[in-house]
């Protein structure tokens, strides 16, 4: 009988003694690599500092309810991911003069890149006019923004209007 094989967090595989021995396949992260062949780049929160208060310069936060509870960056628009396809043309119209845009979520490894991806597929076969010429992704998320002792803003202003932190 197989001894069950432990997980990353410790807890036990369902590895059944009829199940294959073979080593399963590693679970590859997407590599900021292959975001950028799609047009979509990662920042760090360190080179996002010195972004911030540059005015054609726009972050996107996609968290969900997180935004409300866990506070966010100052001066950042808050378009939920649950509806963002919805939302696009609005985005577009909001950031319309804009050159660059930073999304992300809580950990900018799902909804922060996926969101950031179907934002460029908009703005590629939109007819609309748009100063956009870079569209990134901020690497390990708002909690790691927060964690790495970057200044959040706990207002309640729609949209932030980036003067509290």
Same mark, same amino acid.
């Given at each position: 009988?197989?001894k069950?094989r432990q997980? !990353?967090?410790?807890?036990?595989?369902?590895?059944?003694?009829?199940?294959?021995?073979?080593?399963?396949r590693p679970?590859t992260?997407?590599?900021?690599?292959?975001?950028?062949?799609?047009?979509v780049s990662?920042?760090?929160a360190?080179? =996002?500092?010195?972004?911030?208060?540059?005015?054609r310069?726009a972050i996107?936060?996609?968290?969900?309810e997180e935004?409300?509870c866990d506070?966010?960056i100052a001066?950042?628009h808050?378009y939920?991911?649950d509806?963002?396809?919805?939302?696009?043309p609005?985005i577009?119209e909001?950031?319309r003069? !804009?050159d660059?845009?930073?999304?992300h979520?809580? =950990?900018?490894?799902?909804?922060?890149?996926s969101?950031?991806?179907m934002? =460029?597929?908009?703005?590629s076969?939109?007819?609309?006019?748009?100063?956009?010429?870079?569209i990134?992704? =901020?690497?390990r998320?708002?909690?790691?923004?927060?964690l790495?002792?970057k200044?959040v803003?706990r207002? !309640?202003?729609?949209?932030? !209007?980036?003067?509290?932190?």
């Amino acid at each position: 009988m197989c001894k069950p094989r432990q997980t !990353k967090r410790g807890q036990e595989s369902p590895l059944s003694p009829s199940s294959s021995p073979a080593r399963p396949r590693p679970r590859t992260p997407r590599r900021p690599e292959a975001m950028a062949r799609k047009g979509v780049s990662y920042v760090t929160a360190a080179q =996002l500092v010195s972004m911030v208060s540059d005015p054609r310069v726009a972050i996107i936060d996609v968290r969900d309810e997180e935004r409300i509870c866990d506070a966010h960056i100052a001066g950042s628009h808050h378009y939920a991911s649950d509806g963002f396809a919805d939302r696009l043309p609005e985005i577009a119209e909001a950031t319309r003069a !804009k050159d660059t845009l930073v999304f992300h979520c809580a =950990l900018s490894q799902v909804r922060g890149p996926s969101c950031a991806r179907m934002f =460029l597929d908009y703005l590629s076969e939109a007819k609309e006019e748009s100063a956009v010429k870079s569209i990134t992704v =901020l690497e390990r998320g708002f909690n790691g923004w927060e964690l790495s002792g970057k200044a959040v803003c706990r207002c !309640k202003d729609a949209p932030c !209007k980036g003067v509290c932190s």
